[in-house]
C-alpha cells in the first residue's frame, strides 16, 4: 500500500492542490501558477530548474549513476469555467476553474520531486519533471515545450490524469490506443445567391449544404473498416440574413475523432471528395480547411505492462481496470512524437463523498483522497525504471 513518506507528505499535496485551484489561470496565461511551482521546487536540493517556455518549468534530478531518462509530465492550465461549488478553497479568478483537476496533477508531480530528490543515490538515471502548460488549448504546450528541447534524450514518458469515471483507488489502463485525435474540418459551400422568388437564377448552397451534411453521415459507415472507431460530427452551421433572401454561402464546421493513424490522415481527402463533388453536381463550389488537433496517446505495450505490474504490486490487483478508448483529446501525444510512454487514468469517483461530477463542470469537485494513490505510482514508477536492475 501507501510508503510511509508517501503519506507524511499527503496534507502537503492537498495544500499545494487547494493553493492552485484557488488561483487558476488559462491556458498560455499560468505566470503564477509557474512562479509558484519554481518556488517550491527550489526548496528540494539536487534539482536543476529550466524555463524554456513562457509559462510551465522543467525540473531536473540527476540519479548518482548512469542511466536512463524518464519525463513526467502534468499539465498546469485550468478552464474558462465560472466555478459553482462554494468550496473555502474555490477560484479566486472570475470565470476561470480547475474544473479538469489539473492542479492535483501538478501537486502530485511536486510530490514526486520531493521524494525522489531523497533518494539521488538509488537512482540510474535522470528523471525531468515536466510541469505543462497549455493543455486545454491546442497547438497545446506539450508540443511547445518538445519544439524547445525538452525532450531531447528522454527514453521513456509517462502522466496520468484524474477521473471522475472510475473510483478512487483505481488505476483505468490499456496499452495501444488510450485517447482519440481530435481534427476540425471547416467547409465553405458557394453558391449564388439571389431573390428566393427566382432559385433557378441562384445556386442555392443551404441545399446543397444539406446534401453534403447527409453525406458526411456516410464516412464512418461507408469509408472507414469497421474495426476502425471514428466520429465525424457537424456542429455548427451558419448561412442566410434574411427570410427572403438565398444567401451566397453556407459554412459548415465540425470536428473528427480517429484513433488509428491511417484513418486520421484518410479523413479531409475523403470529407473533401464529398464536398467538392455534391457542390459540383449542383453547379457550386467549395473550400475546405482541415485544422490537426491533437494526435492520439498510444501506450507503449511494454511500459504499460510494466506500469500495471507495478500498480499491481502496490495496491493489488484489484486496483488495475482494463479501459476502453477515451473520446477526449490529450496533448501528451505530443511529447510521445519524441518517446515510448505510457499515460494512465487515476480514479477519483467517489459516491460518498459526492465526487461525481464529470470534469469540465462548474461544480466538479476532486476526490482529494486520489492524490496519495498518484503520488505513490509516480514514486514507485521511477524506482522501479531507474533502479541498478531496470530492463
Ligand atoms: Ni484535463
Not at 243 to 255: A, K, L, Q
Not at 297 to 320: C, P
Amino acid at each position: 500500500m501507501f510508503s510511509q513518506e508517501v503519506l507524511a507528505l499527503a496534507p502537503q499535496v492537498i495544500q499545494w492542490r487547494r493553493r492552485m485551484h484557488q488561483h487558476p489561470e488559462l491556458s498560455f496565461q499560468e505566470f503564477s501558477t509557474t512562479d509558484f511551482l519554481k518556488e517550491e521546487l527550489q526548496k528540494i536540493p539536487g534539482l536543476v530548474l529550466e524555463t524554456p517556455t513562457k509559462t510551465g518549468v522543467v525540473a531536473v534530478l540527476k540519479g548518482t549513476h548512469p542511466g536512463r531518462t524518464i519525463a513526467l509530465r502534468a499539465d498546469i492550465d485550468a478552464l474558462p469555467i465560472q466555478e459553482e461549488t462554494e468550496l473555502p478553497f474555490a477560484s479566486d479568478t472570475r470565470g476561470v476553474m480547475h474544473a479538469c483537476g489539473h492542479d492535483g496533477h501538478a501537486a502530485m508531480l511536486l510530490a514526486a520531486a520531493v521524494l525522489l530528490a531523497k533518494k539521488r543515490e538509488q537512482l540510474w538515471g535522470e528523471v525531468r519533471f515536466l510541469f505543462q502548460h497549455a493543455e486545454e488549448l491546442p497547438p497545446g504546450g506539450a508540443a511547445e515545450m518538445a519544439r524547445a528541447g525538452v525532450m531531447a534524450g528522454v527514453d521513456e514518458a509517462y502522466s496520468l490524469h484524474l477521473s471522475s469515471t472510475f473510483p478512487t483507488g483505481t488505476f483505468g489502463v490499456r496499452a495501444g490506443a488510450l485517447t482519440s485525435a481530435t481534427d476540425r474540418f471547416d467547409i465553405r459551400i458557394i453558391g449564388k445567391g439571389g431573390h428566393s422568388a427566382f432559385p433557378e437564377t441562384c445556386v442555392d448552397p443551404i441545399v446543397i449544404a444539406a446534401q453534403v451534411i447527409t453525406a458526411l453521415q456516410t464516412v464512418v459507415s461507408r469509408r472507414i473498416r469497421a474495426v476502425e472507431p471514428a466520429v465525424v460530427s457537424v456542429c455548427m452551421l451558419s448561412a442566410g440574413q434574411a427570410y427572403n433572401i438565398i444567401p451566397g454561402e453556407v459554412d459548415i464546421t465540425g470536428s473528427t475523432r480517429t484513433f488509428d493513424r491511417d484513418t486520421r490522415e484518410k479523413l479531409p481527402a475523403v470529407l473533401e471528395q464529398l464536398a467538392r463533388g455534391i457542390c459540383e453536381a449542383n453547379g457550386g463550389a467549395c473550400e475546405c480547411k482541415f485544422t490537426k488537433g491533437y494526435a492520439s496517446v498510444i501506450n507503449d505495450k511494454e511500459l504499460t505492462r510494466n506500469s500495471r505490474q507495478i500498480i499491481a504490486d502496490t495496491f493489488g490487483d484489484g486496483a488495475v481496470l482494463e479501459i476502453d478508448p477515451l473520446m477526449p483529446g490529450e496533448d501528451f501525444s505530443s511529447l510521445l512524437d519524441h518517446c515510448p510512454g505510457f499515460f494512465v487514468e487515476l480514479g477519483a469517483r467517489n459516491e460518498e463523498t459526492g465526487c461525481t461530477v464529470p470534469h469540465h463542470n462548474s461544480k466538479y469537485r476532486m476526490d482529494e483522497d486520489a492524490l496519495p494513490y498518484g503520488t505513490e505510482y509516480l514514486y514507485q514508477l521511477v524506482l522501479n525504471r531507474l533502479s541498478r536492475d531496470a530492463d
